[in-house]
């Protein structure tokens, strides 16, 4: 059983700096990926961090200003993002899961409620 709780979210000015975490409870075995999810309206949910037995990836749109970490003793996910713009306001999740494709929301099997991010430009 898993349990994640997103917190961090928040306004922001375009160019401006946000951290989000996800707070997880129970086990999470070591074949479990950790992955960052967001949604706008009207859009599909996109895969953008994902953390897989330390190693990390990211989708194009967020490489190079958002970083995933996590923390181990804190039981803790972590998504550093940097250099914000209007693109990406969305709700953020957070999910743990055993997917084949990390970046691919389809298989992971449990999920956060999510956090609202906006960014005005």
């Known amino acids: 059983q898993v349990n994640l709780v997103e917190s961090g979210g928040g306004s922001v000015q375009a160019g401006g700096s946000l951290r989000l975490s996800c707070a997880a409870s129970?086990?999470?075995?070591?074949?479990?990926?950790l992955a960052w999810f967001r949604q706008s309206p009207g859009k599909e949910r996109e895969g953008i961090a994902a953390?897989?037995?330390?190693?990390?990836f990211y989708a194009d749109s967020v490489k190079g200003r958002f970083t995933i970490a996590l923390d181990l003793t804190k039981n803790t996910l972590y998504l550093q993002m940097n250099r914000l713009n209007a693109e990406d306001t969305a709700v953020y999740y957070c999910?743990?899961?055993?997917?084949?494709?990390?970046?691919?929301?389809?298989?992971?099997?449990?999920w956060g409620q999510g956090t609202q991010v906006t960014v005005s430009s």
């Open positions: 953390i897989r037995d330390g190693s990390p």
């Open positions: 129970g086990y999470i075995s070591s074949a479990y990926a």
């Open positions: 999910a743990a899961g055993m997917p084949e494709k990390v970046l691919s929301a389809r298989e992971y099997s449990s």
